[in-house]
């Protein structure tokens, strides 16, 4: 990734294609553009989460996560690029269990609410669920690096259990589902 911009607007997507990494250019809708747009869009949610007060090994965990996610938009933008290693899930998978392991076992889904942070972490999630599927289209029809996908699975997760931890941080409480509550 040599190349920095030094000019924001070039003219050259006018046309409805945009250029990759490696100079290739390819149609703005098309599967690697959605799959590296869908990781840009989960960073900025995550960059949402920042900007609200955090514990700050959430937040320490969350500017690592910012990076990773450059890397795997660097992979998904460079066809036959790789930078994302088992690493990255193991280090995910580690403050994973570190912070699931103080949370009350769930009986019921969690409603996407909450404070201001706990809601930008539902949304990030939700997010990060559409960027695996998109990554899983790719993967279709590209060589993708595996570990992405697997990346995007647990970074899911990882983001579901802050988003409780965090629901306790804000307000003390998970909004939990009530089936039927609207059906008398």
């Not at 279709?140 to 988003?163: G, H, M, Q």
Request: proline share 4%.
């Amino acid at each position: 990734m040599a190349n920095r911009l030094s000019k924001i607007y070039t003219r050259t997507g006018d046309d409805g294609t945009t250029g990759l990494g490696d100079g290739s250019r390819v149609e703005k809708d098309s599967i690697r553009v959605e799959a590296y747009g869908t990781v840009d869009e989960l960073n900025s949610t995550i960059g949402m989460v920042l900007a609200n007060e955090l514990p700050e090994p959430i937040r320490a965990c969350l500017d690592e996560v910012q990076h990773d996610l450059f890397d795997l938009g660097g992979e998904f933008s460079v066809p036959g690029y790789t930078a994302l290693k088992e690493s990255f899930i193991t280090r995910i998978e580690t403050v994973l269990d570190e912070f699931n392991s103080d949370l009350p076992y769930l009986k019921e889904f969690i409603l996407p609410s909450g404070g201001k942070a706990t809601s930008a972490c539902h949304l990030a999630r939700t997010i990060c669920r559409r960027a695996e599927r998109r990554a899983i289209t790719l993967s279709r029809s590209e060589t993708i690096n595996p570990f992405a996908i697997k990346y995007l699975n647990r970074l899911s997760d990882l983001l579901f259990v802050f988003a409780r931890v965090l629901a306790r941080f804000e307000n003390g409480k998970e909004v939990l589902w009530q089936r039927g509550k609207n059906n008398p």
